[in-house]
């Protein structure tokens, strides 16, 4: 009897503090379907907020035009990885690609809530600086490092 109540207790807390992140996305553009897909080619949504329970890596959201490949190719892409940092620097890490395949289609941005509110980019127009434009524009990724945040993709801001 014991045991079975240690076992409860044992689920219970893991329950409680299981690392938890939501994707969500607004589509102000009327038109296009937001879409969301793992880093195994794998749809993980088309406009329905999306619960990761645990790590979301390498994974990628545009909005489908109907010009986009399942990658993202000739679209505005955003890069996620959602995780709790389990070092100094190690959580979690969002941006903007336009490196080509991917191109600009739509202005997109993002922005974490539920932990770092407030911080994230926005892509309005092709020219942007706060987009990927080759391998090395390592500054325009924004981390956050705290637990179970999630992630807002906004399209026609």
Do not use: W
Request: hydrophobic content about 35%.
């Amino acid at each position: 009897m014991l045991y079975r109540i240690f076992a409860v207790l044992a689920f219970v807390v893991a329950y409680v503090t299981a690392e938890r992140h939501i994707v969500s996305f607004h589509n102000r553009c009327g038109h296009g379907t937001p879409t969301l897909v793992s880093q195994r080619g794998k749809i993980l949504s088309t406009g329905a907020p999306y619960v990761s329970n645990g790590p979301l890596l390498g994974a990628i959201a545009y909005l489908q035009t109907g010009k986009c490949n399942l990658n993202g190719e000739h679209c505005t892409l955003v890069e996620t990885t959602l995780t709790n940092p389990q070092c100094p620097g190690c959580g979690s890490s969002t941006d903007i690609s336009l490196i080509p395949p991917h191109a600009f289609s739509v202005t997109t941005g993002f922005g974490y809530y539920h932990g770092c509110n407030g911080i994230g980019a926005n892509c309005n127009n092709p020219s942007c600086i706060t987009a990927f434009r080759a391998p090395e524009d390592n500054h325009v990724q924004v981390s956050c490092q705290e637990n179970d945040v999630n992630l807002a993709v906004t399209f026609c801001m």
